[in-house]
């Protein structure tokens, strides 16, 4: 009856939500290509390369999730030479990179309903031999199906926020039937642990691990070279001071801009360079940053002769952590204008100075770790990020300082990978 329940309301859900995927298949045209795939629909060639089947199936929601998924695919193959991966991801951000960065013998899909007859016929087809959901991606009839079918099913970088404790204790009666069908959760912390007991984890399956967000990616010192060389065609290379806002979210850029005009008055130097988290966007913060009538060039266009803008707009993806070692300061975006926050660790991780806003909810065992060190600048709103940011611009010593110490914790606390790949090819 529970699943009944549950799948008659999903189909209800569905339905009500189609014009919403209408909309931003309009408003977004990256969101556009593949649906079908959401719905399971798969080409040809797509079923002919699913059908080799023994996939190991890692399903990253978007960017952030997608670095950890990269990460653990390097440390399996590692063990298992011979892996291959089948990485479903739901954004079209997150489907972009994957294209990047997985090798010949991958493939990239994005992730279909969670409906039993599309995950039955799914799992069927590319037989994977284990499924890998990252972070708190626990969907309902994939875990029944894979139940079924004996397929393992494993929680990597598990977390789960106060707020989402609260939302699934009020579904419990689901919870303690769905949850001891997952054969490991690999959990952040012992509060991520006792939660997801309380829900109805077995308490033999719960393992606690640590944040794999601290496994960065190895760096590209070619990348990062060309970028630099890149800057300093505009004007934005050593002589200058960089404000880097990395991920950011509609209004952010409002803000930042705003930041940034102030501050330029003391500091003609300041240039100020915008990642937003979606590309997609690129319009609509090119349209923010000649409002504000600031001078400005897109990443996507070549540097034009004398071209020395304020503002630089990266409309490309996969090129936000090159641009990180050659910041001053780095502004981490979601956490101004929303609540959950971005990834603060990969920034850290260059020894830079990270500000962000006043909530980090879906990194709360990250910030508590950086407040701990005094490794991270924290701010309430607008004004005091712009007392922040001139404290850290007049103060060589305390910026270095700050980003020292950030990125001592990022090596400090790195090894979650290892420890749960230790547990899962025991």
């Known amino acids: 009856m529970i699943w009944w329940v549950y799948n008659f309301l999903f189909a209800i859900g569905f339905v009500l939500m189609l014009p919403h995927f209408l909309w931003r298949m309009w408003k977004r045209g990256g969101y556009r290509r593949g649906f079908g795939q959401r719905l399971g629909w798969y080409d040809t060639e797509t079923r002919q390369q699913l059908a080799q089947g023994n996939w190991i199936w890692i399903h990253a929601v978007s960017v952030g999730e997608l670095f950890i998924a990269l990460r653990c695919m390097q440390a399996i193959r590692f063990r298992q030479s011979d892996a291959r991966f089948l990485v479903t991801t739901t954004t079209s951000t997150g489907f972009a990179l994957a294209k990047q960065r997985l090798s010949s013998t991958d493939r990239v899909m994005y992730f ?14 590319a037989r994977p031999q284990r499924v890998l959901l990252v972070e708190y991606e626990l969907w309902p009839n994939l875990i029944r199906c894979c139940h079924r079918e004996g397929i393992p099913v494993a929680l990597v970088n598990g977390r789960l926020s106060e707020k989402s404790y609260r939302g699934y204790r009020k579904v419990h009666m689901f919870t303690r039937r769905l949850l001891p069908w997952v054969d490991h959760f690999f959990m952040q912390s012992e509060a991520d642990a006792r939660r997801i007991q309380a829900l109805g984890a077995l308490p033999e399956t719960v393992h606690v691990v640590g944040s794999a967000k601290y496994e960065v990616a190895e760096r590209d010192s070619e990348a990062e070279q060309e970028i630099g060389q890149y800057l300093e065609s505009l004007d934005m ?34 240039r100020l360079v915008l990642v937003p988290r979606h590309a997609e966007r690129s319009a609509e913060v090119m349209a923010d940053i000649k409002a504000a009538g600031c001078s400005w060039h897109c990443r996507s266009q070549q540097p034009v002769a004398d071209n020395k803008p304020d503002v630089l707009l990266v409309d490309t993806t996969g090129e936000l952590r090159h641009f990180y070692a050659h910041a001053d300061i780095i502004f ?20 830079k100075p990270v500000v962000v806003g006043p909530r980090l909810d879906n990194f709360q065992a990250i910030l508590h770790d950086f407040q701990s060190a005094a490794a991270i600048c924290q701010v309430n709103d607008e004004p005091s990020l712009v007392n922040a940011l001139g404290e850290l611009l007049n103060d060589a010593e305390g910026r270095a300082e700050l980003g020292k110490r950030a990125a001592q914790l990022v090596t400090k606390q790195a090894g979650a990978l290892e420890r749960t790949l230790d547990v899962l090819f025991d």
């Not at 279909?112 to 087809?125: E, G, N, Q």
């Not at 101004?336 to 020894?351: D, K, M, P």
């Open 237 to 270: 290379g050593p002589a200058s001071l960089v404000l880097l806002g990395g991920s950011t979210w509609p209004g952010e850029e409002q803000i930042l801009l705003r930041v940034y005009q102030k501050l330029k008055q003391d500091h003609p130097s300041l």
């Open 112 to 125: 279909p309903v969670d409906a039993a007859c599309i995950m039955r016929r799914l799992l069927r087809l």
């Open 332 to 351: 981490i975006g979601k956490s101004l204008t929303r609540t959950e926050g971005q990834n603060i660790v990969e920034a850290a991780a260059y020894g």
